[in-house]
């Protein structure tokens, strides 16, 4: 069974441009969640979608925005980038909302480096 | 809101060597605990679970007890190996049952083990 695929593996961009990610879940899987991991702040909940809607939003600027398809793959978006969005951007994937015995399987990450 | 603290690292010990990471959270319900292993240059990857007081989560040697009257979690292990150098984090997800999957990571503790 194939894991988390995160796409692109690392990418370089400058202030200003904007980036989309992208995450294919484990195959059943419906939730995806998205995290960003500096070494300053850690690791830190971005949002989470589950049928295509945005169930769950942490405390990042409306510049990081992000959506689901129908067939549960998700992209995150990152419009006007600066330079502390540099960080490895992690997706996770469960079969549905709620961690209880569905722990989310995690990617290898995207590494988003801003010059 | 929520949180997670363990220890700070890094740690380095001998192979062989007992190991303790320390991890205590802070939570209004009744979370899922976790603790997450990251190797150089990948994802996270869920080492074990619990998700109600007194379960003992377990896998590859690590076990880790959901201890509710100290709001611990700690991580041991009796003998480390080389291998096990790598990024360890305690997490918990926040909400019970469907509601939400959000995790909340602790800092890390890096590991390193000397042959």
């Known amino acids: 069974k194939a894991g988390v695929t995160q796409t692109p593996r690392y990418l370089i961009k400058t202030r200003g441009q904007q980036v989309t990610l992208s995450c294919s879940p484990i195959s059943g899987h419906r939730s995806v969640s998205w995290y960003q991991q500096t070494p300053g702040q850690g690791l830190q909940f971005l949002f989470e979608?589950?049928?295509?809607?945005?169930?769950n939003k942490g405390n990042f600027p409306g510049r990081f925005s992000g959506r689901q398809f129908s067939n549960s793959r998700s992209e995150m978006n990152v419009s006007t980038l600066e330079l502390g969005d540099s960080a490895l951007y992690l997706c996770?994937?469960?079969?549905?909302?709620?961690?209880?015995?569905?722990?989310?399987?995690f990617g290898d990450g995207t590494r988003l480096s801003i010059l | 809101g929520d949180s997670v603290t363990q220890m700070e690292g890094p740690v380095t010990l001998s192979e062989e060597a007992f190991l303790t990471i320390n991890c205590t959270y802070t939570?209004?319900?009744?979370?899922?605990l976790f603790w997450y292993v990251q190797y150089p240059g990948e994802g996270l990857q869920l080492l074990l679970k619990?998700?109600?007081?007194?379960d003992k989560g377990s896998n590859k040697g690590f076990e880790a007890t959901y201890r509710k009257e100290t709001t611990s979690f700690h991580l041991e292990k009796g003998s480390v190996q080389v291998s096990d150098s790598a990024v360890y984090f305690c997490?918990?997800?926040?909400?019970?049952?469907?509601?939400?999957?959000?995790?909340?990571f602790g800092s890390g503790t890096r590991l390193s083990i000397r042959p």
């Open positions: 996770a994937s469960s079969l549905s909302p709620g961690a209880d015995n569905q722990p989310q399987h």
């Open positions: 997490a918990l997800s926040e909400g019970a049952g469907s509601s939400a999957s959000k995790i909340i």
């Open positions: 979608y589950f049928s295509e809607t945005q169930r």
């Open positions: 619990a998700t109600k007081a007194d």
């Open positions: 939570a209004t319900g009744y979370p899922s």
